[in-house]
């Protein structure tokens, strides 16, 4: 491992905002953390954060928690944040399927899964962030009518989570195969990570599902 990648893990440590392997607060983010009522949202494969550390300057009056297991890139959403001086941002150093063990159920109002690698080879589909191994999870720590947000460039990614959702009680509330043929001007859609800026450089076309399970 590079000197770069060794100091950001050691100096994960020293960011009061990065909670690595700690679930202490599990139950206690809004009181205990944040200081306020206000809803939690999270967002999934954050990778450096962009999506978060977006929203939570659009929308101060909710919190937002990132989640990654790359503990450089969360090092590096920790660092922006601090610079932009957000009160209202966290980040999760973890697997996902790990995430119900940070919250109680019905701790969290929303979830964004930005990006999301798609695991393209059949026989890894479990990997998928929205596979039904991970949909329970999600469904645990959602509030009921809680919603989940899917943006992706990967056809694999977004033609399975339709066939999944299919399959188990749930309602697709908005479906957009190409957000930004289809003219979306929605509010959140002006925030563009990392990833999504190389794929529409590589004119891709970015799909969103918005969805409940029930
Ligand atoms: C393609 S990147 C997208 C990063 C960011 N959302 C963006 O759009 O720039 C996917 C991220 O998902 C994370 N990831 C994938 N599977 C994960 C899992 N099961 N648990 C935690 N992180 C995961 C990877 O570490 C990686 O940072």
């Not at 450089?72 to 944040?81: E, F, K, L, V, Y």
Request: glycine share 4%; hydrophobic share 40%; proline share 4%.
């Amino acid at each position: 491992m590079g000197k770069n990648k060794l100091f950001k893990f050691a100096d994960l440590v020293n960011k009061i905002n990065v909670f690595d392997k700690d679930i202490s607060l599990k139950g206690k983010w809004q009181q205990d953390f944040f200081k306020n009522g206000n809803s939690i949202v999270l967002e999934l494969a954050c990778g450096k954060g962009d999506y978060s550390i977006g929203m939570a300057t659009q929308f101060p009056d909710k919190n937002f928690i990132g989640v990654d297991i790359k503990g450089n890139r969360i090092w590096s959403a920790a660092t922006i944040t601090e610079k932009l001086e957000l009160k209202n941002i966290a980040f999760i150093r973890d697997q996902i399927d790990k995430i119900d063990t940070y919250f109680l159920p019905e701790e969290v109002s929303e979830i964004w899964i930005t990006f999301a690698d798609p695991f393209p080879r059949k026989s890894d589909h479990k990997r998928r962030l929205t596979s039904a191994k991970f949909l329970p999870i999600y469904k645990k720590i959602l509030k009921p009518n809680g919603i989940i947000h899917l943006k992706t460039d990967s056809d694999i990614l977004y033609e399975y989570t339709k066939e999944v959702l299919a399959e188990i009680p749930s309602e697709i509330i908005k479906d957009y195969p190409d957000v930004y043929a289809m003219n979306k001007n929605e509010e959140l859609f002006n925030i563009q990570t990392y990833y999504e800026k190389m794929h529409l450089k590589n004119e891709k076309t970015i799909k969103y599902i918005c969805f409940r399970l029930l």
